[in-house]
């Protein structure tokens, strides 16, 4: 996997992030702020932008790009989360031409690491971390498995969008939406669906 596989995968997130905007909005109005697709939105369209500017040159040139310019461009929260998740796997994909389902996986699982520590979450408390560390789990497994990276995104795809939906009957911990204690169940976690989102966009 080189920079075109990532630049696919970051344009791919555009896209879809543009298409379920008003749904992400609908969600986080239930149970936050009412703002989380457009603000993601906004920021993966100043992702497009910098990408143009500054065309990276690596995966992992990519990645910092996008985390860096999310940190900047998105407001509340997700920004620092988001920015975090995508600069964290920059780093750790280094100067890198070629990425190897290891080396994807690896990094994942210590971008989800950036992301808990940042965030003070675990899995449970109705977060985007309902999604990423299913996803993470099972990347790792693939690559053990010896899977194809196809599969392996299938496989993390499913597992993230399972973690989205199983947020629905939680009570949040964290965030605004834990403010609203019992009344927050029976709802998705918006950060999840959208990390979800993020995910599948590697295999469509």
């Known amino acids: 996997m080189d920079v075109t596989?990532?630049?696919?995968?970051?344009?791919?997130?555009?896209?879809?992030?543009?298409?379920?905007?008003?749904?992400?909005?609908?969600?986080?109005?239930?149970?936050?702020?009412?703002?989380?697709g457009t603000?993601?939105?906004?920021?993966?369209?100043?992702?497009?932008?910098?990408?143009?500017?500054?065309?990276?040159?690596?995966?992992?040139?990519?990645?910092?790009l996008v985390g860096n310019t999310l940190i900047r461009r998105v407001g509340g929260a997700s920004g620092p989360l988001y920015g975090s998740l995508f600069r964290q796997l920059g780093k750790?994909?280094?100067?890198?031409?070629?990425?190897?389902?290891?080396?994807?996986?690896?990094?994942?699982?210590?971008?989800?690491?950036?992301?808990?520590?940042?965030?003070?979450?675990?899995e449970g408390d109705k977060t985007m971390v309902d999604a990423l560390a299913p996803a993470a789990r099972a990347l790792c497994s693939a690559a053990r498995d010896g899977l194809k990276p196809g599969?392996?995104?299938?496989?993390?795809?499913a597992a993230a969008a399972e973690g989205a939906e199983a947020t629905i009957p939680l009570q949040a911990r964290k965030g605004r939406a834990s403010y609203l204690g019992p009344r927050s169940v029976g709802h998705e976690d918006p950060g999840a669906a959208s990390s979800a989102l993020i995910v599948s966009a590697m295999h469509p």
């Open 92 to 122: 750790s994909l280094g100067d890198a031409q070629e990425v190897s389902l290891d080396d994807l996986a690896a990094a994942f699982a210590t971008a989800l690491e950036s992301v808990t520590r940042l965030g003070k979450a675990a």
């Open 151 to 157: 599969e392996a995104l299938d496989r993390a795809a």
């Open 39 to 64: 603000n993601l939105d906004r920021g993966f369209t100043s992702v497009r932008q910098a990408m143009s500017d500054t065309p990276p040159d690596t995966p992992g040139q990519l990645l910092t």
């Open 5 to 36: 596989f990532f630049t696919a995968w970051i344009q791919e997130i555009i896209r879809v992030l543009a298409i379920n905007r008003d749904r992400l909005t609908r969600l986080d109005a239930a149970i936050g702020d009412a703002d989380h």
